[in-house]
């Protein structure tokens, strides 16, 4: 694996500073007159969303737990093969992956509303899909499975960038769109990487086509070569991630409008989880792990926690005795927390934002935990 490359990451990041002690402080949120509420869902979402409730389009809850616990045998059953044509009939032949919708339970029977609010806009996120798919084809060896299985497969390979992130969006991607971006965020760059290794580690997949587990072995080096390269410099020190970054410079980028271009504490948790996974990591995988839980411990806040009032608003109040959070973006490079709401403009405390994304979004969390956690399990293990 090469080395990270510093200079192509943080070409724009100058220098850091680890954040004053008072900085916890200064987000308390003191009385004051709350932006007006901004309608969320807009009347368009709404009303689509209730077309697709109409005609009963959501995800079963937990479906594939409940499949995967499943006997081998079960899945060669009648019952199994309606699912699985469920599944093949919501393919999107375009693309070969799958929509919003619910493609388990129902068969595609071409209704506008059943295709859910989101739209006929493929995900590359359904997994679970293809896990049942792989179950299914391993039982029954039957054709349609596996072409199916294929398809799907190669369009989730296939939507890997040459430098080896994958786009939150649908492949290919649209130009222009923060959703081109490599998304550490909802740790979807964690979730389909832990999904290709399967793919190269079990052999049902070889049965769909042998040269499929070596493709996705590679595929997953290439996005550990692009994890290990975006991961942020700030004044010659790694820190950790950001929710998107540039798929071809590796630079943190902005998402929605209150997703401003910092780092990530929630991402980035998934991201050292995902590494500190590995089986024989490289020296530079140790590096960005140790540099990654260090930014950790240097960016916890003490002495604060967040209050959630009747309306469902996130009020940050002093506590002295509260444990350590973390705010989910630090701005690059004075490592302040920062909020922000629809309207993009970055601010230094969660007061300000508006009520509907003070209470809408996850601002604060205790994602160091678990990575300051599964760290001691880690350097344990490793001796």
Known sequence: MRAPVAAAVTA?????????ISAAKAQVQHPAAHPPLIPFPSPFQLDVMSKARKVGTTMPVGWWKTMSAKP????????????????????????????????????????????GWRG???????????????????????????????????????????????????????????????????DATAKIMAYVREVASDPVYAK????????????FDNGIDYIIRAQIVADGKLTAWGAQ??????????????????ISANESAGVLMLLMSLDRPSPEVIRAVESGVAWYKLSALTGIRIDRPANGDRVVVADPKAKP???RYYEIPTNRPIFAGRDGVVRYSLAPVELERRAGYAWYGDWGDAVLARYQEWVK???
């Open 245 to 262: 970054h540039d798929e071809v410079t590796y630079e943190p980028r902005m998402g929605r409008m209150f997703e401003p271009p910092a």
């Open 12 to 20: 724009a990041v100058l220098a850091a500073s680890a954040m004053p």
């Open 120 to 186: 006929h806009s493929t995900s590359l996120y359904r997994f679970d899909h293809l896990r049942f798919l792989a179950r299914l084809y391993g039982a029954t060896g039957e054709e349609r499975y596996r072409k199916s299985l294929a398809v799907g497969l190669d369009y989730v390979l296939g939507a890997q960038y040459p430098k080896g992130s994958w786009p939150y969006g649908s492949h290919p991607s649209q130009a222009a769109h923060n959703a081109r971006y490599a998304t550490f965020n909802d």
């Open 72 to 115: 081998a045998t079960w899945f060669a059953s009648d019952e199994a093969r309606a699912i699985g044509d469920n599944i093949i009939s919501w393919q999107i032949s375009e693309t070969g992956g799958w929509p919003g919708g619910d493609v388990v339970s129902q068969p595609f029977r071409g209704a506008e509303g059943q295709i």
């Open 325 to 327: 959070i973390w705010a």
């Open 208 to 219: 769909v086509s042998q040269r499929l587990p070596s493709r996705a072995a590679a595929a």
């Open 381 to 383: 293990a490793r001796g």
